[in-house]
């Protein structure tokens, strides 16, 4: 077994002994969204695809996020809704995505949204196409970062945006931060996943 696939096993294994925690939406207020938590595999190192959001797009501008968006009433599951934002996104073709099972759901703070995350794994080498209108570029991070205990995580961080205070966990990464919902979905991830995946430490 490669290390590819002993990550997917690990990965797939324990999401699949277990049931995702579903934020219920009672009173039909929220909007709903699927994203991909999508990882790339570079000889012995796991990696994590984001997205930098354009000014151009109506919510969460110029913010480090996940490929995904708004569940449309045509999409058949919350795969289906990740698998199409992530081809109109960044021109990932859903035939190049391995999906492992699905983490719990988090809500967005201002726009409204329960946002029901799903991991894959999908090609390093992949020929990503960018959307102008919603994608500026892509941030690509090593995984082992977010499990990391020498400060790049902080736990409660004040964090300016538009005018408005946010208390949010956070992580920087090549001058970029990742915080809000995107940062909730990768605490999620690592409060599942830590002491349980095959990474390698970070290079000092």
Known sequence: MDYQEELASSIRSILNGRKPK???DITGTYSHAGVLIPLLIEEDTCKVLFTKRTDKVEHHKGQISFPGGKVDPEDKS??????REAEEEIGLSREAVELLGRIDDTLTVVSNFIV???VGL???DYNFTLNPFEVDSLLIVPLRL??????KWE????YTFEGVHYQSPAWRYKGEVIWGATARIMRNFVELFDGKLPLQPLEK
């Open 22 to 24: 579903l934020i219920p």
């Open 78 to 83: 919350l795969a289906d809704t990740v698998l």
């Open 116 to 118: 029901h995350p799903l």
């Open 122 to 124: 999908v090609p390093a």
């Open 146 to 151: 977010f499990f990391e205990k020498d400060g």
């Open 155 to 158: 736990t409660s961080w004040s």
